[in-house]
């Protein structure tokens, strides 16, 4: 999975490649191949070659993340390029698909079909990695569908909710 965030005010890219207990990252030009274990929530222990990390994550609010990694506190924010808000000036035409950003389970509809909806609003919030995130609508006018409903478990880049 690919993701833009910035950390302490610098923005980098960062790819993750998860499989069988191993995390192949790359954070800016750095590539990490590591072995994870999370003995609780919140907490991971990295092992890369013969160095052991432990990391501790909570959420400030949503899309805000605070990590400590060595006794250094760090502050992070995922940038959802999927969702960015286009300017005014370049104004979005004709039906648009919410899509879920990663799997994870709906846990509020906001918006029925038929409401109205205006740019940046929240129309579905998917729970993923014990975050919330707050899917809005990338122009004003009308929901036209709800693909989906509290409970329900969905994959990413699945639609969730047509505007029109």
Known sequence: ????VE???RTVNVELDQRNGRVEATVGPRRYDLSVISPEEGV??????DR?????VWAREPGS?????GGQLFSARVIDRKHRRPTLEHGIEGRQHLVAPMPG???RVLLNAGDEVTQGQGVVVVEAM??????????????????VSVGATVDANQILAVIE
């Open 44 to 49: 991971f222990t990295f092992l890369s070659g």
């Open 105 to 107: 389970k709906v846990v």
């Open 130 to 147: 014990k975050m919330q995130n707050e899917i809005k609508s990338p122009k004003s006018g009308r929901v036209s569908e709800i693909r």
């Open 65 to 69: 993340l605070r990590v400590t990694i």
């Open 1 to 4: 999975m690919k993701y833009e």
């Open 52 to 56: 052991l990390y432990e990391a501790r």
């Open 7 to 9: 950390i302490q005010g």
